[in-house]
């Protein structure tokens, strides 16, 4: 149970306590009661409504959110209940009386925008003095895009407007990973939880284990502050920060193609935002005691809910902690992650949130390997090459921030926010993929050794006033946001080589690192941003989206070893434009054309002048599905976008900007419930090839580590209706194809893998356990072998197959 819908304060508990307590008046709901005086301008004022066939507890939030009205109920009498679609201008009366004809509930209005919804038994139900039924304040479940979703379909999302827009209004690819189905999939890392997404590629998860870093539409979106974002907003500095722990994630809403009149300085493929769980208006207790594979121990927990009486204060408290080794030998997988959270909301139209965060990872960085050390054999997949007590990856990060919204009585809504992020980073390991393993089974090594510091500090300020001109409504968003980053990076390399024996284990030599000479930088930058975007709706049908954004930047980076100093300043105007056709029976095409940019840093060989930005256009086309009646939503899109000013590299390592990268592509998704069926499904076709480079043979290649093909199905079914109640079984299959090496004439051949899920609700069975769940999850179930790599030197193994069982309690 939990609360949405236009007044989302839980101050009006009290009042909605005194309104339940006056009693229902209640009929037959396809002949309603009519509602007392007092409240008969509520139930008769008109709205505009379009809310779609849903299951009930979804069509009764979207009523919630487009007429006002607080909804109370219980959540079981909503269950099993699909309401028919809602179109047009109507009462609120009305409007619930045709969402509730299929069912046989009872409704009232009792008063101050608030409306009761009981069953057509009541009997049992507490009553107050004067004999009528009383229920505690419930409200409908949130629908907005910062809600817990029930599911695998989300409603809304904030990623593609930067406001709470439905997916299907909106004219780009959106796709939204929710916590349900993060916690099915047993997704350890935020790469994990995007592995059933489309257009989406990712390393090893002997990598993704310490940072993110992802291949969106052919593109690296995750180097630093390119594409990975929090609540809307630039993450980390650098993309060795540490990743995001999907454990304290909502939600994580990937938005594919050039995004930068959004998000300014953004990779053109598009970008991964990451919403946090944030504090709740009804208690929420959830304890997980998980044991797998390489002796994994994880405590997790999840509390929430109001501090005061009156709900002015609310909290969430979200922690993990890790002990477990790894498939590599002598490799920890150690984490500890605590966020804090707080809610102030004096009144329904102001509200303040307070989020943090601190994060330690231990284990130990995943060296990169020769193409042909891999393929050979001689390297097995679980092979520690590094040096006891040298070989290391240590990551500390803290965040701090809050998120400011007003209402004010003119409509116009201001939403500030803010945070800061630092992140400390050791990191130490032997190369290994600097000459080829001898005949003989020996890996010669070179010690790395880095130590870094970066921070970042961000703001986003932003209006956003809707009303009526010229025969549309309007939806105006214009703000300021502000980025500046700041990466310190101590590098040392070993003096001198130590070797291997990959037979018998023996290290010859030390890691010898040369702490005289540092190979690192020093480098800080500025971004600020403009922008302005106007929503434009047609008689509930036809939507127009406009906006554009003006980014200045600045950056300055220091080499330790040259001492030379590189000063660059850019700006760029980007912008976007879409359409999107809503059809009652649920199909919305739409088409859209947007931009990107990206500042470089260094020095053009061939002009002598500073880098250009590298500069992004797409054009995409593309159809939503939701079919009536239905918790499903079908995409499919197509897409071309190209990236010019590339740097690429001669073999002599001179910088060109003359390279280009031409992707196009289409992508199908399928997500959502039927019934006690969840579903989750993708296909991608990326045609991402490289048109011009300094390097010749280039010319024509699949970009390295994105796959032409990849497929992946994803499903559970709870066998409730055969007679198993509580029991839950699942299962996936992904496929990933071959993928290219643009500096090689090897690819990298592809693999298909098959995940599986069982999960049973012990309460079902005996009610003296009711709140333990118990759930089994094995990844890479037939512990197939394979390996992904960004180049010839730059390769990984993956994780075998791994096996974990949760104990879940919640009340």
Not at 523 to 542: A, E, V
Not at 711 to 736: C, E, K, N, P, T
Not at 747 to 771: E, H, I, Q, T, W
């Amino acid at each position: 149970m939990g609360k949405s819908g236009h007044n989302k304060g839980s101050r009006t508990r009290s009042s909605a306590l005194r309104m339940l307590m006056a009693g229902v008046a209640v009929g037959a709901v396809g002949v309603a009661a009519f509602p007392p005086h007092s409240v008969y301008a509520q139930a008769q004022r008109t709205y505009n409504f379009n809310i779609e066939s849903a299951p009930l507890s979804r069509a009764l939030r979207q009523f919630s959110m487009q007429s006002g009205v607080q909804i109370a109920y219980e959540t079981a009498i909503a269950s099993n209940v699909t309401a028919p679609a809602i179109k047009g201008q109507m009462s609120s009366q009305d409007a619930l009386a045709m969402l509730l004809s299929r069912t046989n509930l009872r409704y009232s209005f009792t008063g101050d925008a608030a409306v009761t919804i009981l069953g057509a038994e009541s009997a049992g139900l507490p009553t107050d003095p004067n004999g009528s039924t009383m229920l505690a304040p419930i409200v409908a479940e949130g629908g907005g895009a910062y809600d817990r979703v029930e599911g695998y379909r989300a409603d809304s999302s904030s990623s593609g407007t930067k406001s709470d827009t439905p997916i299907i209004e909106t004219p780009q690819s959106i796709s939204v990973v929710t916590a349900d189905q993060i916690t099915n999939q047993g997704a350890g890392s935020l790469a994990d939880s995007l592995t059933y997404t489309p257009g989406i590629s990712t390393q090893s998860g002997g990598f993704s284990r310490m940072v993110d870093d992802f291949m969106i539409r052919g593109f690296n979106s995750a180097s630093g502050n390119t594409g990975t974002l929090r609540d809307g907003m630039k993450y980390q500095s650098n993309v060795y920060d540490g990743g995001q722990e999907p454990y304290g994630l909502e939600r994580v809403e990937v938005l594919r193609g050039a995004s930068s009149m959004l998000y300014g300085q953004v990779s053109p493929g598009g970008l991964v935002n990451g919403i946090s769980k944030r504090p709740t208006d009804t208690p929420l207790h959830e304890v997980n005691v998980e044991y797998g594979s390489y002796d994994k121990k994880q405590v997790s927990a999840d509390f929430g809910g109001p501090i005061d009486e009156e709900g002015v204060f609310s909290y969430r408290l979200t922690g993990l902690y890790r002990n477990a080794d790894n498939w590599v030998g002598n490799t920890k997988d150690d984490k500890v992650y605590i966020a804090p959270a707080v809610t102030w909301r004096p009144d329904d139209t102001t509200s303040l949130t307070l989020l943090g965060s601190y994060q330690h990872v231990d284990t130990g960085f995943a060296p990169p390997y020769l193409l042909t050390d891999v393929t050979s054999g001689k390297l097995p997949r679980n092979a520690y090459t590094g040096i006891d007590g040298f070989d290391t990856y240590q990551s500390d990060t803290y965040t701090a921030g809050g998120i400011f919204e007003h209402e004010f009585d003119s409509g116009l809504k201001l939403r500030s926010a803010a945070r800061y992020f630092q992140a400390d980073v050791t990191w130490n390991y032997m190369m290994g993929n600097l000459t080829p393993i001898s005949a003989s089974g020996v890996m010669t090594r070179l010690a790395s050794a880095r130590s870094e510091t970066s921070y970042g500090m961000t703001a986003d300020n932003s209006l956003e006033y809707k009303f009526d001109a010229l025969g549309a409504e309007h939806t105006v968003l214009g703000g300021f946001d502000f980025y500046r980053r700041s990466y310190d990076s101590h590098r040392y390399r070993g003096g001198s080589y130590s070797t291997l024996d990959l037979a018998t284990g023996i290290n010859t030599g030390g890691p010898n690192v040369n702490y005289a000479v540092d190979r690192g930088s020093d480098s800080i930058g500025n971004q600020y941003g403009l922008y302005l975007q106007d929503q434009i709706k047609f008689d509930d049908r036809l939507i127009l989206l406009l906006g554009g954004r003006q980014d200045w930047s600045d950056s300055s980076s220091k080499s330790y070893q040259t001492g030379k100093v590189t000063d660059q300043t850019d700006s760029a105007f980007t912008g976007r434009a879409g359409l999107v056709y809503l059809f009652d029976n649920g199909l919305a095409p739409y088409a859209s054309v947007s931009q990107s940019f990206l500042p470089q840093v260094g020095t053009d060989y061939l002009t002598g002048g500073a880098l250009k930005p590298n500069e992004g256009l797409q054009y995409e086309v593309g159809l939503r599905y939701q079919p009536v009646g239905t918790n499903l939503q079908f995409t499919a899109a197509a897409y071309d976008l190209n990236q010019t000013n590339v740097v690429s590299y001669s073999s002599t390592g001179n910088a060109y900007q003359y390279g280009e990268v031409h992707s196009r592509g289409v992508e199908l998704e399928a997500r959502g419930d039927f019934g006690n069926l969840g579903l989750v499904a993708a296909y991608s076709f990326t045609d991402a090839k490289i048109t011009k480079s300094a390097k010749p043979a280039e010319v024509g290649e699949q970009v390295a580590l994105v796959p032409r093909h990849s497929f992946s199905l994803w499903s559970d079914y709870g066998l409730d209706d055969l007679g198993l109640a509580g029991v839950r079984i699942g299962g996936g299959v992904r496929y990933v194809g071959e993928t290219n090496l643009t500096d090689s004439t090897s690819n990298v051949p592809g693999y298909v893998l098959v995940d599986a899920m069982a999960s049973l609700d012990l309460g079902k069975f005996d009610d003296r356990f009711d709140g333990l769940d118990l759930k089994l999850n094995a990844r890479n179930l037939f512990d197939k072998e394979y390996y992904t790599c960004v180049s010839s030197d730059g390769c990984r193994y993956s994780e075998p197959m791994t096996i974990s069982a949760t104990l879940s309690y919640k009340w």
